[in-house]
T-cell receptor, first 112, second 111 residues
Framework: GESVGLHLPTLSVQEGDNSIINCAYSNSASDYFIWYKQESGKGPQFIIDIRSNMDKRQGQRVTVLLNKTVKHLSLQIAATQPGDSAVYFC???????????FGQGTTLQVKP | DTAVSQTPKYLVTQMGNDKSIKCEQNLGHDTMYWYKQDSKKFLKIMFS???????INETVPNRFSPKSPDKAHLNLHINSLELGDSAVYFC??????????FGPGTRLTVL
């Protein structure tokens, strides 16, 4: 079925530590994955994406890893800062449907 | 120079009323969407339009009627509002399902 889920609803990290947010998806027809960040009172904001023909992609302080064998996606944030505190969503695009399906979201709390 | 804008930002209304939310994008994208975010932050697609044509309608009640007068606008009209319609509604646009750009959201509260 179509479902994208996250292993933990809340992640609390110390400022300066690395954060890892995980996501499981179930649709093997998904060919594109995105991570979004949503700050309080705002709309989701694009962070990084990855296509199914890749297993890793790096951005500024963020890395997305894709393991298609176990249908797992992760977002790594290096040197987490207070400004990283937000809800993070993974989303999958199911090929040829035009639909982006969102996971439940993980709240990242950064402790000073 | 806002990319995707929505009005109003907050909407408080009584059950049974009819209300509209407007959305505009200045990114030149062909596709626009409406998403509903519930109290648990779950984001669910409602509709998508491509060049004013309805592409996706995700089993949304008939009380919800999207209208796209042109490809830069996608408005959402809701008839006979119910308590369960209370949520945050996000408009978004993209050139494809990739890299969707979201608006700031409209918080609808039905009393």
């Amino acid at each position: 079925g179509e479902s994208v889920g996250l292993h933990l609803p809340t992640l609390s990290v110390q400022e300066g530590d690395n954060s890892i947010i995980n996501c499981a998806y179930s649709n093997s027809a998904s060919d594109y994955f995105i991570w979004y960040k949503q700050e309080s009172g705002k709309g989701p904001q694009f962070i990084i994406d990855i296509r199914s023909n890749m297993d890793k992609r790096q951005g500024q302080r963020v890395t997305v890893l894709l393991n298609k064998t176990v249908k797992h996606l992760s977002l790594q944030i290096a040197a987490t800062q207070p400004g990283d505190s937000a809800v993070y969503f993974c989303a999958e695009n199911i090929r040829n449907t035009g639909k982006l399906i969102f996971g439940q979201g993980t709240t990242l709390q950064v402790k000073p | 120079d806002t990319a995707v804008s929505q009005t109003p930002k907050y909407l408080v209304t009584q059950m049974g009323n009819d209300k509209s939310i407007k959305c505009e994008q200045n990114l030149g994208h062909d596709t626009m969407y409406w998403y509903k975010q519930d109290s648990k932050k779950f984001l669910k697609i409602m509709f998508s339009y491509n060049n004013k044509e309805l592409i996706i309608n995700e089993t949304v009640p008939n009380r919800f009627s999207p209208k796209s007068p042109d490809k830069a606008h996608l408005n959402l009209h809701i008839n006979s509002l119910e308590l369960g319609d209370s949520a945050v509604y996000f408009c978004a646009s993209s050139q494809s399902p990739d890299r969707m750009h979201f608006g700031p959201g409209t918080r609808l509260t039905v009393l």
